[in-house]
């Protein structure tokens, strides 16, 4: 299946349409021992990407955090603005494209764990990708405590990572005719 030449058509792999909430399942069987380290890559196909009206549907500025109003972005997120009214921060369709794979090892040698460190670029992370003036998260060991007791708001949200385990609190600030990202 590596070059995709095995891929049936009516496998719980193939995605036909979007939102499609499908599960897709892979196993690999090593007959010899593997030393690491081992990456794992994927390919999506017919998604287009480098498309130009793909490439150019993101505000720069406002994926380093600032907060700007519909003139602003009309231009750079075209053609997806809008939720209905309502702004969307971040606009445009890289900004609003998500896959939610989920690559899992299950193996009988307990050595066996999956790096995840490092997998975003430094330079996206500090000078490239930033929350809106505002926001506020944190990681919550007690989830006892409510969100304004740990954020000091009362209208924040919470997440939770079932991947991790992990509970989030995180708070945008209000305003009723923006969509933030979680919101």
């Excluded at 299946?1 to 979007?18: A, K, P, Q």
């Excluded at 069987?29 to 081992?38: A, L, R, S």
Aim: glycine share 6%; charged share 20%; net charge negative.
């Amino acid at each position: 299946m590596y070059d995709g030449s095995e891929i049936d058509e009516s496998s719980s792999c193939v995605i036909t349409e979007g939102n499609s909430g499908s599960t897709c399942e892979i196993s690999f069987t090593f007959d010899e021992d593997v030393t690491g380290p081992m990456y794992v890559y994927y390919e999506i196909h017919k998604f287009y990407q480098n498309h130009r009206t793909y490439t150019k549907s993101r505000s720069s500025e406002q994926l380093m955090g600032e907060n700007l109003d519909y003139d602003d972005v009309y231009s750079d997120c075209y053609p997806l603005i809008t939720n209905g009214s309502t702004l969307l921060n971040p606009c445009g369709l890289i900004a609003n494209t998500f896959f939610n794979d989920v690559v899992e090892f299950d193996s009988s040698d307990s050595s066996v764990e999956m790096d995840t460190e490092g997998i975003a670029w430094s330079a996206d992370m500090s000078q490239k990708f930033q929350q809106v003036y505002g926001f506020k998260y944190a990681l919550v060991t007690d989830t006892s405590l409510s969100c304004s007791d740990v954020l000091g708001e009362s209208s924040c949200e919470s997440y939770y990572d079932s991947s991790t385990d992990e509970t989030y609190y995180y708070y945008y600030p209000d305003n009723d005719s923006v969509q933030y990202l979680y919101e």
